[in-house]
């Protein structure tokens, strides 16, 4: 992120010998600055090599997340980024499944679509319900498009990498 801001051209890593970073994962990155979200963009989907996808996501949340201006070279170091490396999208067929703390959740339905990691429940303190009713809602939703045949609820796994803010 910084590189790009400073630059203003995007970073060209060298591949990196670990297999694990080579591998292609799907992965959010979340920016914070003070506690408040900053920005936060992903892919579910693996496209790339995990290093590569981290780098992509890292830029777009500091500098395409339509919700928010792009960030500053004077935010830089007020800045905390959390990477969540995500497992394959798994179908639920019972919401009872679903463990609040374990669990990130997806909706589809038609063009409407929302994804919630697995640590925002945990940090809203939701309960099962309240995680589908609000995922519902991060897709554009009525809070209970769960509860229609016609929505698809997917759920996954994320191992979260944290960063704190260097000041």
Request: aromatic share 8%; net charge negative.
């Amino acid at each position: 992120v910084e590189y790009m801001i400073l630059n203003k051209e995007p970073y060209a890593p060298t591949a990196p010998e670990s297999e694990t970073l080579n591998r292609e994962y799907g992965v959010f990155t979340t920016l914070t600055e003070g506690g408040a979200l900053r920005g936060c963009i992903g892919y579910t989907s693996p496209t790339k090599p995990l290093y590569m996808t981290v780098r992509d996501t890292a830029t777009l949340a500091a500098l395409r997340d339509p919700r928010f201006a792009p960030v500053t070279a004077t935010e830089l170091p007020r800045l905390a980024y959390e990477i969540s490396v995500l497992s394959p999208l798994r179908r639920v067929t019972d919401v009872e499944q679903i463990k609040v703390g374990r669990d990130g959740l997806m909706m589809k339905n038609g063009n409407s679509e929302g994804l919630l990691l697995p640590q925002v429940a945990v940090e809203q303190s939701w309960d099962r319900e309240t995680f589908l009713d609000q995922t519902c809602a991060k897709a554009g939703m009525d809070q209970s498009c769960w509860e229609d045949e016609n929505t698809d609820i997917f759920s996954f796994t994320a191992v979260v990498f944290n960063e704190k803010s260097r000041e």
